[in-house]
């Protein structure tokens, strides 16, 4: 079992639609991070959480740290929006600011 | 400038070639890292470098050979590669090793090993 999952594996929406992608952690983490991946490769970091809420134009993450738990939501989904999303956890010890990462969602916002 | 970049974009290579792939970053970071990453999954660690010194080898084969030679540029050279290898590459840098950092990535080096 992986350390990091998020479900669901892959989304489709409609545009405008609002969009949720959630994230499970089991290790003790002191942050979790949301990135973006879009066809042809490049990886975009979108939010870095240790607790609480942020939000970035359309989107928002959250995270719960007594659950294990955080969710990336976007309002009024693009096409544009389309990518992968990929939740990862940083975990102190030996491997310090090693990202574990989860297997990502594959997200695509038909018009 | 919150750039990273890669060179080159694209690399086919043979099983008993010796290429590198270059990384380079101007934003001041002193950690930089090196992923591997195949189609449909996640990036995985493989180097990671903290004020030039290496930091964390995640029990990568010594065909991959990470070099630092200063604080804004990272290299990774290749010899004797398997297809199994080929995958896109990516570089990451952050402000320092550390818990909460932001990682900027590079756009990847795809390699394709015959």
């Known amino acids: 079992k992986n350390e990091v999952e998020q479900s669901p594996q892959n989304l489709t929406a409609q545009e405008g639609e609002f969009i949720t992608i959630n994230c499970s952690y089991s290790v003790g983490i002191s942050a979790l991070h949301w990135l973006q991946q879009h066809p042809g490769g490049g990886i975009v970091s979108l939010f870095m959480l240790s607790s609480g809420k942020k939000k970035h134009g359309r989107l928002i993450a959250t995270i719960n740290i007594q659950e294990k738990h955080s969710s990336l939501h976007i309002t009024a989904s693009h096409p544009r929006d389309s990518a992968v999303y990929i939740c990862a956890a940083n975990a102190g010890g030996t491997s310090y600011g090693k990202l574990t990462f989860g297997q990502g969602t594959i997200l695509t916002v038909h018009p | 400038d919150t750039e990273v970049t890669q060179t080159p974009k694209h690399l086919v290579m043979g099983m008993t070639n010796k290429k590198s792939l270059k990384c380079e970053q101007h934003?001041?970071?002193?950690?930089m890292y090196w992923y591997k990453q195949k189609a449909k999954k996640p990036p995985e660690l493989m180097f990671v470098?903290?004020?030039?010194?290496?930091?964390i080898n995640e029990s990568v084969p010594s065909r991959f050979s990470p070099e630092c030679p200063n604080s804004s540029l990272l290299n990774l050279h290749l010899h004797a590669l398997q297809p199994e290898d080929s995958a896109l590459y990516l570089c990451a840098s952050s402000g320092r090793q550390g818990v909460g950092e932001t990682q900027y990535f590079g756009p990847g080096t795809r390699l394709l090993v015959l």
């Open positions: 470098y903290s004020y030039e010194k290496l930091s």
């Open positions: 934003m001041g970071h002193r950690a």
